[in-house]
């Protein structure tokens, strides 16, 4: 079995697991989160206050199935307790965003504004012009929101303008010579 298969998943104070046939449901403080099971390679059982993932057959899939799985419940336990955030930075002169209910107005040097409207489970703060925090449970979707802003204007390599990730390192490359 996969060494991160092997590993049982711990659920803290307040979060509650329920194991269907093909699909787990996990409770916690931040809301409810679903995770469907391949019953063919692996299945989820329940002992107190711990998950554990048993694969199904001895076939080499089931063992990736099973650590993919055993993965995805930690990611799914630590964001009904804790959360998720990822923190976006603008760079360059005229840069802003502001969060107005569900939707990011950003302006980011183009000729209108842009307005993105975050989809359901995800929060945009804007603490200050410069700086988006994208917040919520579901680490897949947090990455992918964030993912998303900064597609709108990903940093360039000459002055490092755009929007990057918090403590990204861009690398700049020489301007060209005469």
Same mark, same amino acid.
């Given at each position: 079995?996969?060494?991160?298969?092997?590993?049982?998943?711990?659920?803290?104070?307040?979060?509650?697991?329920?194991?269907?046939?093909?699909?787990?449901?996990?409770?916690?403080?931040?809301?409810?989160?679903?995770?469907?099971?391949n019953?063919?390679?692996?299945?989820?059982?329940?002992?107190?206050?711990?998950?554990?993932v048993? *694969?199904?057959? @001895?076939?080499?899939?089931a063992?990736? =199935? !099973?650590?993919? +799985? %055993?993965?995805?419940?930690?990611?799914i336990?630590?964001?009904?307790?804790?959360?998720?955030?990822?923190?976006?930075?603008?760079?360059?002169?005229?840069?802003?965003?502001?969060?107005?209910?569900?939707?990011?107005?950003?302006?980011?040097?183009?000729?209108?504004?842009?307005?993105?409207?975050?989809?359901?489970?995800?929060?945009?703060?804007?603490?200050?012009?410069?700086?988006?925090?994208? *917040?919520?449970? @579901?680490?897949?979707?947090?990455?992918q =929101? !964030?993912?998303? +802003? %900064?597609?709108?204007?990903?940093?360039?390599?000459?002055?490092?303008?755009?929007?990057?990730?918090?403590?990204?390192?861009?690398?700049?490359?020489?301007?060209?010579?005469?």
């Amino acid at each position: 079995m996969s060494r991160v298969a092997k590993q049982p998943v711990t659920l803290p104070q307040g979060v509650t697991a329920t194991i269907g046939a093909d699909s787990v449901s996990i409770k916690g403080a931040k809301g409810t989160l679903n995770l469907a099971v391949n019953a063919q390679h692996a299945k989820v059982v329940q002992d107190g206050g711990v998950l554990k993932v048993q *694969k199904a057959n @001895d076939s080499r899939e089931a063992d990736m =199935v !099973a650590g993919s +799985i %055993r993965a995805h419940l930690a990611n799914i336990v630590v964001g009904v307790s804790k959360g998720y955030e990822r923190k976006l930075e603008l760079v360059g002169v005229g840069y802003r965003a502001a969060a107005q209910g569900k939707n990011l107005n950003l302006t980011l040097g183009f000729s209108h504004p842009i307005v993105y409207a975050a989809p359901e489970g995800i929060t945009i703060e804007t603490p200050s012009q410069t700086e988006i925090l994208v *917040k919520g449970s @579901d680490v897949q979707k947090v990455g992918q =929101v !964030a993912a998303d +802003i %900064r597609n709108f204007r990903p940093p360039e390599p000459y002055k490092g303008k755009g929007v990057r990730y918090a403590g990204e390192q861009i690398e700049l490359k020489e301007a060209k010579k005469k």
